[in-house]
């Protein structure tokens, strides 16, 4: 699947004018990444999370403006957001609350193969899992930058960290993963070496 960044402008001017037409083809190329974004925060219910993200965006957008680039940032911080409200809430009933880790995310992630994630090849669901084996700053800064497409900048703001901080998280969770046997022998097989991962950090 071909990346649509870049390539929405034209969707999000006419999205803000009222346009469903618009509005359904940001909703297409965005909610895949909100979701997995989402289930890497330990969103137990990250359709409902995207859910209340996205109506959000659809009260406020007449008053967004900015470019494409800008939409991602500010879409991906309202969804970050409502996931610590979402959070929040669960931890006011723990009754109702799920177990929240790495065999919570892999149970609850589906098996749909993502060709943008940084592992190329692996499925949502492992994709999840080792992003859950890192820090919560690590994996958030990781997801930011390549499940959501956002720079280094970009992720400090939506994050409200320097970018300093970011990078060095953003270091840090891309080399974890890069030390990986599991990523390890993917790179190997996609002939790829960690030097892609140390490009993501850039």
Not at 1 to 22: N, Y
Not at 76 to 103: K, L, M, N, Q, W
Not at 157 to 179: D, M
């Amino acid at each position: 699947m071909a990346s649509d960044f870049g390539v929405l402008d034209d969707a999000l001017s006419r999205a803000s004018s009222g346009d469903e037409t618009g509005f359904l083809q940001l909703w297409r190329s965005m909610q895949p990444r909100l979701l997995r974004f989402l289930r890497v925060l330990g969103c137990v219910d990250a359709e409902d999370v995207a859910s209340e993200t996205w109506l959000q965006v659809v009260r406020d957008l007449h008053r967004f403006s900015g470019n494409e680039e800008d939409f991602r940032r500010w879409l991906f911080t309202i969804g970050r957001h409502r996931a610590i409200d979402a959070a929040r809430a669960s931890r006011r009933r723990p009754a109702a609350s799920a177990p929240v880790g790495a065999e919570a995310l892999t149970s609850i992630a589906d098996t749909q193969q993502v060709e943008d994630q940084v592992l190329d090849g692996l499925s949502v669901s492992a994709a999840i899992g080792l992003l859950a084996g890192l820090s919560r700053d690590q994996a958030e800064a990781v997801a930011l930058r390549v499940i959501a497409g956002l720079d280094t900048q970009a992720v400090a703001q939506v994050l409200g960290k320097s970018t300093g901080a970011v990078r060095v998280a953003l270091h840090r969770g891309l080399r974890a993963l890069a030390g990986d046997p599991a990523v390890r022998a993917l790179a190997a097989a996609a002939g790829t070496g960690s030097q892609a991962f140390e490009e993501v950090d850039s």
